[in-house]
Every structure is written in C-alpha cells, then in structure tokens.
C-alpha cells in the first residue's frame, strides 16, 4: 500500500512547478556545477516546460547530469564537459542561462569580480553567437551591470546582436524586495509585487515601493532602512555565509522564475512582465524596467512609470554609475585579442 500512497505526492510536487501549458523547449546551464548552477539545474529539471536540459561547466557536469537525469520528470539531461563539448551543449537551445564565474567573498564587491568573469561571459557568449544565436540569453553572472554590455558587444562582433534576446537577470531584487515587503507588512509574499529598476548593484538597485501591489505605504526613515536592506541584501548572505560564498538558493529560484516566465512568453502566453537589466530607451543607457515577455523576447519595455521624488533622486544618482560599468564592459570586448 505504501507506493500507492506515496505516489500522489511526486505528482503534487511536479504540479506545484508547472507553469501553464506544456512546452518543448531546449535549454542550456553554463556554469551547472557551480552554487548557483547546480540547483537552478534541478528546477529546471522540475518543470514540465523543459524538454532538454543541457549542462555545461569545466568539472563535475557528468556527475551533475547523472544525478538529476534519476529525477521523474519529463526533461532529458546531458552534461558537458570542457571548451570543446560547448559546441554540442549549446546546439538547438531556445533559452541558455548563465550564472558561471566566481562568487563573492566578504569584503568584495560585485565588481571585484570583473576581471575574472568577463573573460568567462565574453567566451561563453561568443560560443552562444556561433552555435544559438537565436537563443535567448540569460545572464547571471556578476557584475551584470558590465556582463550585459560584454555579452552584446560579442554578438554584435558576430554579427548576430538582437537586443530584444539578451537578458540581465535581476529578478533576485524583485524577489527580495517582494519577499522584505511582505515581512514588514505581514502580507503573503506570493501577493506582493515590487518593480526594481535600474542596475543590479548597490545604489543601481531601485525599489519602486510607491508603485507596489497591493499599495502599501512606509514613514521615511522605514523605506530609506528598507531600501537600503533591498540594495545590500547580496551582502548580507556574503556576510552571513562567513566566506562560503554568496546567493545561491534564492539566485537559483530567482533565476528559474525568470526563466520559467520566458518559456511562458514563447510558449504564447499573455501579459507576463518581468523586470531585466537590457538594452534601453527609457534612459540614456541600459536600465533594468519591467519588460512585457513575448514569443521573440521582448515585446515591449514598460518603462519607469509613475515615481516618487524619492525613487526619482534614486535614478538621477543611479545613471553615472551605470553608465561607468556599461562602458568598462564595451571597453573590455574592444580590447580583447
């Protein structure tokens, strides 16, 4: 009686992942054996959007691929392993996400990791505008604010740069102040919605909490404390993991739900908006807003909106930050051999 009873309860799990409809979509992980891969791999693997799930890293990803490939859901699972099984992992993907490169350790900031995760975005991509450029492309990888300039500088060297593919994910902001919101408010975080505009560093990270649904309202010096937790939240797991690393778990769910939400949009879905750090008209230089998600990517930038002199002050000190790591970004693909 026992496997009879225990049976339901796999397929509740697996329903709790499902998004609306069915799909068939082929997506790539580079960077699957890391702290961030590894468990966004395995929600990927949970949900029946995923067809194929292909893993690429430069160590583990076979034992990776075994392990997950166990798990009773629809989705096959590869692994790759090295420069020259890229190729492979990457051919007929619709969605590549990756979150490779090196993590925080305390007293770093993200952008401390330039040199060594630009070189790790600029060489994965290039691979991406040689064997998927019509893939969707997903970047995790810190420092975002530099990685999303990199990535579209080496697929317009390709002669492959469609702006309306190329995704920084910032959603971790999204779910964090979603998640910081509902604590303060006592509401069910799964309600909230809080857009964060901007950047996806500090001071580039900007709550809209005039624009949050449900409305709620704060004194001053509560938002200005809330905000700041908002924007230093990153550094609040490095601190707490004590040198073990940094975001992990929650990256990975932000980065599924990102994910998930894109395979939605392709599949034909309707009205679904997320926040990406891309290409942008809304200010002089790219800036994360919430983005209407269609079958091509982007199908429309939702703009700023409505914002309060307070959020407005925000942007205004944003942008010459922004600005500086958009250009070492396209600086480094310039000068690259």
Do not use: W
């Amino acid at each position: 009686m026992l496997s009879a009873l225990a049976r339901p309860a796999g397929a509740a799990l697996r329903r709790s992942f499902s998004t609306s409809a069915q799909n068939n979509a082929k997506v790539a992980v580079l960077g699957a054996s890391g702290g961030i891969g590894q468990p966004l791999s395995l929600l990927l693997k949970n949900s029946p959007l995923v067809s194929r799930l292909t893993l690429y890293d430069i160590a583990h990803t076979p034992g990776v691929a075994a392990d997950l490939s166990h798990i009773e859901t629809r989705a096959t699972v590869k692994g790759y392993l090295g420069p020259e099984q890229l190729p492979d992992c990457l051919k007929g993907c619709d969605v590549v996400v990756i979150p490779a490169g090196v993590p925080r350790k305390p007293g770093m900031t993200r952008d401390d990791l330039f040199n060594t995760n630009a070189t790790i975005v600029a060489t994965l991509t290039a691979a991406c505008a040689q064997h998927c450029p019509e893939a969707m492309i997903c970047i995790i990888s810190n420092p975002v604010n530099s990685t999303i300039p990199i990535t579209a500088e080496v697929f317009k060297k390709h002669g492959v740069y469609n702006p309306n593919k190329i995704f920084g994910v910032t959603t971790l902001d999204i779910v964090r102040a979603n998640a910081f919101v509902a604590e303060l408010k006592d509401l069910d975080p799964a309600r909230v919605n809080v857009p964060v505009i901007g950047g996806h560093a500090g001071k580039t990270i900007i709550p809209l909490i005039s624009q949050c649904t449900p409305k709620v309202e704060f004194p001053q010096d509560q938002l200005t404390t809330l905000t700041g937790r908002i924007q230093e939240a990153g550094t609040e797991v490095v601190k707490a993991k004590a040198g073990a690393g940094s975001a992990t778990l929650s990256m990975a769910y932000a980065g599924a739900r990102f994910v998930f939400s894109l395979l939605d949009a392709m599949n034909g879905k309707e009205g679904v908006v997320e926040c990406s750090f891309v290409k942008s008209q809304e200010t002089d230089c790219d800036f994360s807003t919430p983005l209407l998600l269609g079958k091509k990517g982007i199908e429309k930038n939702l703009g700023i909106g409505k914002v309060s002199p307070f959020e407005e002050k925000m942007i205004a000190e944003a942008i010459p930050e922004l600005k500086a790591s958009i250009k070492k970004g396209e600086e480094f693909v310039k000068n690259m051999k």
